[in-house]
C-alpha cells in the first residue's frame, strides 16, 4: 500500500463502542435502525458492523447492556449510601428517572428476552439485580429476603412503565420523583 493510500484510510478508534453508541442515538430519536444506518453514522462501510456483530439483534443486546450497565452506574452511590429504609425511593427514584431518559434502551433492557448464551447480558443483568439486592439488604438489614428485592425492584419497574406508557401524567421530573417517594413511602410502612 502506497504511503498516500495509507494516510487516507480510515481507521476508528473503538468501533464496537462506536457503533453502540450511534445506534443508541439513532433508537433515543425515536427512529429505528439498521446496521447499514448506524454504519452511515459512524462513517465506516456498511460492512464494517459486521466485524463486531453477526446482525442486529446482536447490537440490540449490546445496547442493552451498555444500559444495564449505565443504570447500575448511576444506581450504585445511592446502594453505597443507603443505611435507612426511606434511601430505598431513592432506587427507585433513580430507576425511573433512567427509565424515562432512556425509554429506547429501557425497552430493550426489558422488554426482550436474555438469551442465556449471551454471557455479556446475562452478567450485566444479574449484576443490576444483585445491585438492587444489596441496597435493599444495607437499608433494610442483611435478614431482608430476595424476594422483597424482587417486590421492590417490580414496583420500581412498574412505575417506571406506567409513566412511560402515559398512565400517571406528569410534567415535572420532581412530580414524578414525589409519586415514586410517596408509593415506596406507603409500602415501606408496613415493613
Known sequence: MSEGREAR??????????????????LESGESFSL????RAVGVSAAAPYRHFSD???????IAVSGFEQLARELEPAVDA??????????????????????AVFGLMFGQECDDSNDARVLAAARLSEL???????????????SLSIALWSMAHGLASLHMDGKF????VQEVDERVRSSFSAVLQGL
Not at 86 to 92: E, N, P
Not at 169 to 172: A, D, F, I, R
Open 9 to 26: 484510510s480510515y481507521h476508528h478508534g473503538d468501533l464496537r463502542e462506536a457503533l453502540v453508541s450511534a445506534a443508541t442515538k439513532i
Open 36 to 39: 447499514r444506518a448506524v454504519a
Open 56 to 62: 442486529r439483534e446482536q447490537l440490540e443486546s449490546a
Open 82 to 103: 443507603a443505611c435507612s429504609k426511606s434511601d430505598i425511593a431513592s432506587f427507585a427514584i433513580i430507576y425511573v428517572r433512567f427509565a424515562l431518559a432512556h425509554p
Open 132 to 146: 438492587l439486592s444489596r441496597g435493599v439488604k444495607a437499608a433494610l438489614g442483611p435478614g431482608a429476603a430476595d
Open 169 to 172: 401524567s406528569y410534567s415535572t
